[in-house]
């Protein structure tokens, strides 16, 4: 928990001291429907059981940017709290929500188009803060820092941003948990593929 704590200071400093010597620097707060990979059950044995694909779900996002103007072309670092849920049938038939908390960091480049419209693309390194299934605290999982890719447009109004990206994990990272109450373990991809929808608002800076 420690070294959680000093990654995510260390970013969110990082982060604040760097974007306000750029041109301009904000907050965001958003919506997403997000999807995970497929989930494996295993019962006494190791022969797998069941599987299944899960079913999305809502999220929400919160953080803050930076936005360096260089022409048509614009950086925007990201600092990103993000949390998610999916649903997973069972194979007893219940379903059960699967709950990750992460902080994001892209770091898209975007291009001017007409007017207040441009399109962004960019990697976006992960870090996973907790994994909820079926009230289990996981076992494991296969990688703390994952990266995904981002890519979407926006549009920007005075001070106000509107923008709609796609996100996507690069890798499968599996999360192991281990119910033992009824002998049983869950395997589940935690891999994002997310589409996001999001309000930023600039504190400083220009939107040039």
Do not use: C, H, W
């Amino acid at each position: 928990m420690n070294k959680r704590i000093l990654v995510l200071s260390i970013a969110l400093l990082s982060t604040v001291f760097y974007v306000n010597a750029q041109s301009g620097f904000g907050v965001k707060a958003g919506l997403s429907y997000n999807s995970n990979g497929e989930l494996s059950e295993f019962g006494d044995e190791t022969t797998q059981i069941y599987k299944n694909d899960g079913k999305g779900k809502s999220g929400y996002n919160v953080g803050i940017y930076g936005k360096i103007g260089l022409g048509p072309i614009y950086l925007r670092p990201e600092l990103v709290y993000t949390k998610t849920t999916s649903e997973y049938t069972l194979n007893t038939g219940g379903k059960e929500d699967y709950k990750i908390a992460r902080l994001d960091m892209p770091v898209l480049v975007g291009l001017k188009l007409i007017g207040p419209l441009s399109v962004f693309a960019g990697p976006a390194f992960q870090y996973t803060l907790t994994n909820d299934f079926k009230d289990i605290e996981y076992d494991r999982i296969d990688n703390d820092f994952t990266v995904g890719f981002n890519f979407g447009a926006a549009v920007e109004l005075g001070r106000l941003g509107l923008d709609v990206r796609y996100e996507r994990g690069f890798n499968s990272n599996e999360a192991t948990f281990i119910d033992n109450n009824i002998s049983t373990s869950y395997r589940l991809d935690s891999r994002p593929e997310q589409i996001i929808f999001s309000l930023s608002y600039r504190l400083s800076g220009s939107s040039k």
